[in-house]
């Protein structure tokens, strides 16, 4: 489909920027896949690298490719994250974690020097007004919610589908996917979820504009954005 040759075109461009020796953040979701893709041809030429994963699909489908692994302990400070949004807007702050992998996907990129993100038409918005997906400890999931709803927020638990019950994420909590209409202010809305009791991360990527290119999959080409 259209949008697989665009998110190709996205992945594939983002593996090229991997240079022999570095350490790389693997994003969660079906865009890093491409990238994923082609770091494997790379590896197979030559590529001497090491794929740090942020999930365990992430973990899975990179040994499936070959791709040589290490986790966030052995390298506490990476080269270059790659992963991919849900929604941008033009300072280059975004949402994820409609994977639920939120959480461990920011540890990544917080620890990347570089944090490339790839993605397709789609995703680019001139405001933040999607669901903003929140990890809590079930222990303080209720509380967590009606303190979300204080902040003006419409919070769901993420209910599996071939699951009975709530979506568990790699760690072993719930996800509560939150409504809040356009976000007018995504810093403090991010700080302020991060802030309740309970909560382990929340999908709202602020803090990293400085260092993200976002790379846009065209049909025939990419476009690269970076502020
Ligand atoms: O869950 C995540 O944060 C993923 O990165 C997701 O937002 C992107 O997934 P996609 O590449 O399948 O759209």
């Known amino acids: 489909t259209d949008a697989n040759i665009m998110k190709k075109n996205a992945g594939y461009y983002a593996a090229e920027l991997v240079e022999d020796g570095m350490i790389v953040g693997l994003g969660t979701g079906s865009t890093v896949f491409f990238a994923m893709e082609k770091l494997s041809s790379m590896i197979n030429g030559g590529l001497d690298i090491v794929g740090v994963p942020t999930s365990y699909q992430a973990m899975r489908r990179a040994r499936e490719y070959g791709i040589p692994l290490?986790?966030?302990?052995?390298?506490?400070?990476?080269?270059?994250?790659?992963?991919?949004?849900?929604?941008?807007?033009?300072?280059?702050?975004m949402i994820k974690g409609r994977?639920?992998?939120?959480?461990?996907?920011?540890?990544?990129?917080?620890?990347?020097?570089?944090?490339?993100?790839?993605s397709d038409p789609s995703k680019l918005s001139d405001r933040l007004d999607a669901v903003v997906p929140v990890e809590v400890i079930p222990f303080a999931c209720s509380t967590m919610m009606e303190t979300v709803r204080k902040l003006g927020g419409v919070p769901v638990v993420r209910e599996g589908v071939k699951k009975d019950g709530p979506?568990?994420?790699?760690?072993?909590?719930?996800?509560?996917?939150?409504?809040f209409g356009i976000i007018k202010d995504p810093e403090s809305l991010e700080s302020r979820l991060n802030n309740i009791p309970g909560v382990l991360s929340c999908g709202l990527f602020t803090q990293y504009s400085s260092k993200t290119r976002v790379v846009i999959g065209k049909k025939n080409d990419v476009e690269v954005i970076l502020l």
């Open 70 to 93: 290490g986790t966030l302990d052995d390298y506490p400070t990476l080269d270059l994250a790659i992963d991919g949004a849900d929604q941008i807007d033009p300072k280059l702050r």
């Open 167 to 179: 979506v568990i994420t790699d760690s072993g909590n719930f996800e509560i996917d939150c409504s």
């Open 99 to 118: 994977g639920a992998a939120q959480t461990m996907e920011k540890c990544v990129c917080d620890a990347a020097d570089s944090f490339i993100v790839v």
